[in-house]
């Protein structure tokens, strides 16, 4: 027979196990309140439960405050000046051109100017008329036209006297300037008026007169009488000046 007893009560061994499913429930609680205090101070830095929440506070930064920029109580705009300096223009010296030998016809005058009295005029005038191929032998017969010289009390010639004439010729006006000196020909204070090619009669609708540097007349306005004939074609006229 076995010596094992089939009545005897079983070993108790129950109150070892309620002791350590008790520290597991234990364990299990406080793992989750920490759990829950972690997420806490986790979620809130400036919590109560959050033992070092000063030392949070000084690493946030400081919230930045708006200050509106305002103006001062009294702004005046100043005005703008603007000083305008100009300068007088320096005149440039006056030149005075060489007069040239070729005859030039300054304007062409819609009516004949009216001939002007010179009282007491420093110079008067001695008119010949004589064949132009004595002074332009080439042209024959086929030249028309006016010359001759300025001289002074003593018959010395006088250089760069302005002579104009005025008028009319063969229907045509003509109000034209030349200077003494330019046609020697006629001597070293000669000039010269071309008229035309084919010599015609005409009487008082030229005049020839002598002007001075401002153009004020030195002469009276000599009348011109032209001739078709070949010994007279030539109109020569010596101004002289009053001694």
């Not at 002791?19 to 972690?38: A, E, N, Q, R």
């Not at 997420?39 to 400081?62: C, D, H, M, Q, Y």
């Not at 009294?74 to 440039?92: G, H, K, Q, S, Y």
Request: hydrophobic share 40%; proline share 10%; with cysteine.
């Amino acid at each position: 027979m076995s010596k094992y007893s089939y009545d005897d009560p079983a070993p108790k061994r129950g109150s070892k196990l309620e002791i350590w499913d008790m520290l597991s429930i234990l364990m299990v609680l406080l793992t989750l309140c920490m759990v829950i205090y972690f997420a806490t101070i986790f979620i809130s830095p400036l919590s109560a439960l959050n033992p070092f929440r000063g030392a949070v506070a000084l690493n946030n930064p400081p919230t930045p405050t708006i200050t509106p920029i305002q103006l001062e109580p009294t702004w005046t705009a100043t005005p703008f000046v603007a000083v305008i300096v100009t300068e007088t223009p320096t005149l440039l010296p006056t030149y005075t051109l060489e007069p040239s030998p070729t005859l030039l016809s300054l304007v062409t005058p819609s009516d004949t100017p009216t001939p002007t009295k010179t009282p007491k005029a420093p110079f008067t005038a001695t008119i010949t008329q004589i064949a132009s191929t004595i002074i332009h032998p080439e042209s024959g017969c086929n030249w028309q036209g006016i010359g001759g010289t300025v001289v002074d009390a003593n018959n010395a010639d006088m250089l760069r006297i302005t002579i104009r004439l005025v008028g009319t010729y063969d229907g045509r006006s003509k109000n034209e300037l030349t200077v003494s000196s330019i046609a020697p020909a006629y001597g070293k204070s000669g000039f010269e008026f071309f008229l035309g090619t084919t010599p015609i009669n005409s009487k008082g609708n030229l005049t020839l007169q002598l002007l001075d540097q401002a153009g004020l007349p030195l002469s009276d306005e000599i009348e011109i009488d032209l001739s078709k004939d070949c010994s007279e074609n030539l109109v020569l006229v010596r101004f002289k000046k009053k001694p």
